[in-house]
T-cell receptor, first 114, second 112 residues
Framework: GENVEQHPSTLSVQEGDSAVIKCTYS??????FPWYKQELGKRPQLIID?????GEKKDQRIAVTLNKTAKHFSLHITETQPEDSAVYFC?????????????FGAGTRLAVHP | DAGITQSPRHKVTETGTPVTLRCHQT?????MYWYRQDPGHGLRLIHY???????DKGEVSDGYSVSRSKTEDFLLTLESATSSQTSVYFC???????????FGPGTRLLVL
């Protein structure tokens, strides 16, 4: 079945630096890749997503890139701020016929230091 | 936040007792999901529903059952709770296939 690996598990940066989180997936038929942010004690919330017909998507300081050949996708956060500190999860859809099921990575704890 | 509520928000129970968690939505979304979240494992799908009375298993369905008799409610039942089911449980909803999943506030369950 589909498997999603996420790296690094923890990431510490200085305010203003960039942060990059990488995920790989196993099933080449996966076609939807969301990223969620979860603050301590809160629910996961979608911050950006990308579909397999697009190579890159950007929303202000956040961007996601997708390399279908290599089966990996990455989250890029520029000009990090303390409020970016949270756990970030990537996910990949189970291929068609899976009724929108998602497989999540294990998460990356990002700490942004002032 | 999307109109999703979960009840109870916290529960402590004993091994061997049945437990039912409720997810309620006001969005009229077709798809509903139950996940568990444990350190080091991210979010793992337990069961999901693609319509009233239509449900299927996820990655970690053993020991869990679900029911959906109305569009707005999706129930997760632990028939006989075990300590390994101590976790945070999240419900999610989505409008369509390959669409954004919105999460509920979570239920923290402790099985002693």
């Amino acid at each position: 079945g589909e498997n999603v690996e996420q790296h690094p598990s923890t990431l510490s940066v200085q305010e203003g630096d960039s942060a990059v989180i990488k995920c790989t997936y196993s099933d080449s038929a996966s076609n939807y890749f969301p990223w969620y942010k979860q603050e301590l004690g809160k629910r996961p919330q979608l911050i950006i997503d990308i579909r397999s017909n697009v190579g890159e998507k950007k929303d202000q300081r956040i961007a996601v890139t997708l390399n279908k050949t290599a089966k990996h996708f990455s989250l890029h956060i520029t000009e990090t701020q303390p409020e970016d500190s949270a756990v970030y999860f990537c996910a990949a859809s189970i291929p068609p016929g899976g009724y929108n099921k998602l497989i999540f990575g294990a998460g990356t704890r990002l700490a942004v230091h002032p | 936040d999307a109109g999703i509520t979960q009840s109870p928000r916290h529960k402590v129970t004993e091994t061997g007792t049945p437990v039912t968690l409720r997810c309620h939505q006001t969005e009229n979304h077709r798809y509903m999901y139950w996940y568990r979240q444990d350190p080091g494992h991210g979010l793992r799908l337990i069961h999901y529903s693609y319509g009233v009375k239509d449900t299927d298993k996820g990655e970690v369905s053993d020991g869990y059952s679900v029911s959906r008799s109305k569009t707005e409610d999706f129930l997760l039942t632990l028939e006989s709770a075990t300590s390994s089911q101590t976790s945070v449980y999240f419900c999610a909803i989505s409008e369509g296939d390959q669409e954004t999943q919105y999460f509920g506030p979570g239920t923290r369950l402790l099985v002693l």
